[in-house]
């Protein structure tokens, strides 16, 4: 895939449509997809060693800038950079000159002042590492480790690294997503994953107060009933109910939410009998999945967090290969611009 200046990717792909950035899913299509994947699962086999470090990211400084709670997320990109060989600085927003009304702009010149490569950023605010990606020094890649409400990419991916490994592809899978969809920037990109590796089915499963408006344009069908959404699933994916997101009273109760839409045995055993079960986490037993689902036989949800480190490794050697080709391009158009005197 190339990307022109119209193109959506303009931003996250080189102009012949390597990653330089990874901000979204949106616009990626199923060979880049595919592409992250297969790299993922060439480093499955580093986590495995006795001595758990390739040499990709040697010399290079890393920075995770988590303006928002995380444990799985951050930790597993410190993780997949230091496997990397890479030098992590993990900035510690609380007491950071954030903290003294510093702006995100200028911590960011600060950070680069630094010689800085690449930065892992979470933000509640959607879209803020779009802004960073926009203004940022060239050479230096931006990875989206969750903003607002609008995508977490590389959970879409470890998610879809997870399926491909329990049940070997995405043709004829039916899939569902269950509960807090209306703030849920997971769900926004695993949508944009399934549809774009071939599902068959994409259901979403939630009361009408947690989905957003016109949620089929997404690419899914809805479901309000439980039991009819679960019929038939290979996978069936719960979320969080993010209270810290919720204005307003979506729920009656989160008792009358675990009744409902809960993942219990019961409602386990209308799915197809080898039909796995994932969540982002974190988890909150009793109130999104009973403890005996989420620690049953069909549940990947710490393969999902294992995955992690090779989906990240995957992302974060691609982008900086991606800048590297292209800083080389720059340099040979210049070069080329010289020799014809027009430089
Ligand atoms: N899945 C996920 O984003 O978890 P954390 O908030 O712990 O990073």
Do not use: W
């Not at 605010?125 to 203004?135: L, R």
């Not at 729920?251 to 045995?265: A, D, I, K, M, W």
């Amino acid at each position: 895939m190339t990307a022109n200046a119209a193109s959506p990717n303009h931003l996250q792909l080189t102009r012949d449509g390597q990653l330089r950035h990874f901000l979204t899913l949106d616009g990626l299509g199923r060979e880049l997809l595919t592409d992250i994947l297969d790299t993922a699962d060439s480093f499955i086999e580093v986590g495995e060693r006795s001595i758990k470090k390739v040499p990709l990211l040697r010399g290079r400084t890393v920075v995770n800038l988590f303006f928002e709670a995380s444990t799985r997320t951050r930790s597993t990109f410190e993780l997949a950079a230091k496997r990397l060989s890479a030098d992590v600085l993990n900035l510690d927003i609380n007491t950071s000159a954030t903290s003294k009304g510093e702006s995100l702009s200028d911590t960011l010149l600060n950070l680069e002042a630094m010689a800085s490569d690449m930065f892992v950023v979470r933000h509640a605010q959607s879209g803020a590492p779009h802004f960073i990606a926009q203004s940022v020094t060239p050479g230096v890649a931006i990875i989206n480790a969750g903003d607002g409400r609008h995508a977490h990419p590389t959970q879409a991916m470890l998610d879809m690294l997870t399926i491909r490994q329990h049940k070997g592809g995405f043709e004829g899978l039916k899939v569902a997503i269950v509960g807090d969809i209306l703030h849920s920037r997971v769900a926004r990109s695993q949508i944009r994953a399934l549809n774009e590796l071939g599902a068959e089915q994409i259901r979403v499963i939630a009361p009408g107060t947690l989905l957003p408006r016109d949620v089929e344009s997404l690419g899914c069908t809805v479901e309000y009933d439980m039991a009819r959404g679960m019929k038939d699933l290979d996978v069936v994916i719960m979320l969080r109910l993010q209270k810290e997101r919720m204005e307003g009273a979506l729920l009656p109760s989160e008792r009358e939410f675990y009744r409902l839409y809960g993942l219990s045995q019961d409602k386990l055993a209308l799915a197809h009998p080898e039909c796995i079960v994932m969540h982002p986490g974190p988890i909150n037993r009793g109130v999104e999945i009973e403890s005996a689902v989420a620690d049953g036989p069909q549940s990947v949800i710490l393969n999902q967090v294992t995955n992690g480190i090779a989906i990240r490794m995957a992302v974060m050697s691609m982008a900086m290969g991606g800048q590297v080709a292209e800083r080389q391009q720059k340099l040979n158009e210049l070069s080329g611009l010289n020799e014809r005197g027009l430089a």
